[in-house]
T-cell receptor, first 114, second 114 residues
Framework: DTGVSQDPRHKITKRGQNVTFRCDPI?????LYWYRQTLGQGPEFLTYFQNEAQLEKSRLLSDRFSAERPKGSFSTLEIQRTEQGDSAMYLCASRRTGPNEKLFFGSGTQLSVL | GNSVTQMEGPVTLSEEAFLTINCTYT??????LFWYVQYPGEGLQLLLKATKADDKGSNKGFEATYRKETTSFHLEKGSVQVSDSAVYFCALSEAWFGNEKLTFGTGTRLTIIP
């Protein structure tokens, strides 16, 4: 199976710690997206990349959040000085460029900030 | 801004019942509309989509028609099965090439009992 892979599946951390998540998109997918989903809500857009370029960031993405995709393949999402409000499922998705290309989601990383 | 309002759940139906999950949207332009499904323990999957008014998306017995006059995209299925139990998300995208930044509804949890 060569779907979108996210690591880790679960992360428990203490408030104030830094955490980093990794996303491996489907090979040859040049667009990569990060979404955040809190309990009982739909996913909310955070940011997306075209190859290694970060093209858009949501205002939800505070200065404590940073995302990278250094070689246009995998991506990392780092949260510095975590807060309890950061507890959520972080979803990664990827697709090829084009009007009818399908978006594929990973299973997500569940973050719990204690 | 864009928004999606989705019928609140949870919804519980008996097998072979008729299903409707309501979805209405607010958008400034001419969005593409989607239904995504999330089965237990899996990532979000595209169920169906429609890109312009009066288009009907269909897949796996599910259908939804893009109604511009009522800004709606209701999901229907004539006879549900236990395997349809999942969380269903209505979503829209206004990017020129479609399927860029998605705005999701809050999701509707559907449980089908034998």
């Amino acid at each position: 199976d060569t779907g979108v892979s996210q690591d880790p599946r679960h992360k428990i951390t203490k408030r104030g710690q830094n955490v980093t998540f990794r996303c491996d998109p489907i090979s040859e997918h040049n667009r990569l997206y990060w979404y955040r989903q809190t309990l009982g809500q739909g996913p909310e857009f955070l940011t997306y990349f075209q190859n290694e370029a970060q093209l858009e960031k949501s205002r939800l993405l505070s200065d404590r959040f940073s995302a990278e995709r250094p070689k246009g393949s995998f991506s990392t999402l780092e949260i510095q000085r975590t807060e309890q409000g950061d507890s959520a499922m972080y979803l990664c998705a990827s697709r090829r460029t084009g009007p009818n290309e399908k978006l594929f989601f990973g299973s997500g990383t569940q973050l719990s900030v204690l | 801004g864009n928004s999606v309002t989705q019928m609140e759940g949870p919804v519980t139906l008996s097998e072979e019942a008729f299903l409707t999950i309501n979805c209405t949207y607010t958008a400034t332009g001419y969005p593409s509309l989607f239904w995504y499904v999330q089965y237990p323990g899996e990532g979000l999957q595209l169920l169906l989509k429609a890109t312009k008014a009066d288009d009907k998306g269909s897949n796996k017995g599910f259908e939804a028609t893009y109604r511009k006059e009522t800004t709606s995209f209701h999901l229907e299925k004539g006879s549900v099965q236990v395997s349809d139990s999942a969380v269903y998300f209505c979503a829209l995208s206004e990017a020129w090439f479609g399927n860029e930044k998605l705005t999701f509804g809050t999701g509707t949890r559907l449980t089908i009992i034998p």
